[in-house]
């Protein structure tokens, strides 16, 4: 997981909210609670990252709170919020 | 993520920045009389929302970043801008389930809606044959909820949603109900029957006997992950040591509201009643104004007491029931629900006062009178 690119879902929307954020995908429909400020932030600088652990790195979370990121960002791929990034195709 | 979900639900009893569940009754018009209509729907309200009231609604729920409403009515094809506020609804980034009874849904306007992205339709449907159906929803109801469907599936909708009220009637066909759905290609909805509009009447000769609450609890601990129930039955949960699939808490006023035709904004759909008469939107500030700032939803959103159901043990299990149930049978907001599976809601129905609550709003189409005997007059020639 750790090393995996991951990018949100463009058809998810995050709303802020006191203890986190509501993740909706206006494809599946599903609602999802990221039930913790760190979390959302993590998710919100997904892009331009090559890997989780540069994220995690990027937004000062203690190594010790991995794994608990690392499973609730594996429930957001599961769930079609994430997914591995795509390369956007130019030409 | 690992957080307990017992918090996320104190979390969300505290209230959100912006409903996740919303309703908006588009009109009171209906060309159907269910007599457990939660909104005592027949009549047009002429107060209703003008097309661009409706759209700054709409644009105000986009601010709020609403991700979807569940529009109802009334029957809300009936309105002539219909698709007009649906198109405009789903441009601004705001998904629409809508529920419907079907009648205006013909082969072009099944196409239509085929053809729209971020569309959810509800069928009504409460009985898996005509006469158990159209008992409660009207003559000739179940053919046209079927017609409708076949449309649907005919144009290609997709996964469209049978919504089924669960009564003393037709609680034996839930799996029939579910094969129905299967058919179709569709997804089966089950919710609670409540004593809400018309149902203040109806409901004490339709509402499931406590024998059929277990059957309802233990048919959706067996097929609830497929099956929607806008998380209605949690006063189940008393009844086990399983939980049912989804929220176990009441949302009025906290991730739950009503907008009513004519913009009155209620704390949910089974409260149209001047006690839980948050504000309207054609209040200066708006719905914005009404959610975040009301007296009655910041009571709401503050912790509720247990009252009578203190002692019991299953209170964690069942918060207490809904408060729309208690209400309309005149049992206090901080006694058992009316259909407490220990048993203490027809006590609490006994000891209530004999004069009920009424619901407030009631748009009946008049009580049929019957013609006339004519006088055959002979018109002679000059």
Sequence with gaps: ?91 | MSTNPSRLVEQLKGGLDAPICLTWELTYACNLECVHCLSSSGRRDPRELTTAEAKAVLDELHDLQVFYINIGGGEPMIRRDFFELLEYSIGRGIGVKFSTNGAFIDADKARRLASMDYLDIQISLDGTDAITNDAVRGEGSYDTAIRAMNHLRDAGFGEFKISVVVTRHNVDQLDEFKALADSFGAQLRITRLRPSGRGADSWHDLHPTNAQQRQIYEWLLAHGDNVLTGDSFFHLNALGEEPLPGLNMCGAGRVVCLIDPIGDVYACPFVIHDEFKAGSVRDLGGFAKVWKHSDLFAELREPQSAGACTSCGSYDACQGGCMAAKFFVGIPLDGPDPECVSGHGEAAMLAASAERPRPMMDHSKPVKVAAPERIPVTIGRR
């Design chain 1, 1 to 91: 997981m750790l090393d995996r690119r991951l990018e949100l879902d463009p058809r998810v929307a995050l709303r802020p909210e006191p203890f986190g954020a509501l993740a909706y995908h206006y494809g599946n429909r599903k609602l999802i609670f990221l039930k913790h400020p760190d979390v959302v932030r993590v998710v919100r600088s997904l892009d331009g990252h090559d890997t989780l652990a540069d994220v995690l790195r990027s937004c000062e979370i203690d190594e010790a709170r991995w794994p608990a990121f690392e499973s609730a960002l594996t429930a957001l791929t599961e769930s079609e919020m994430l997914h591995e990034h795509q390369p956007v195709a130019t030409g």
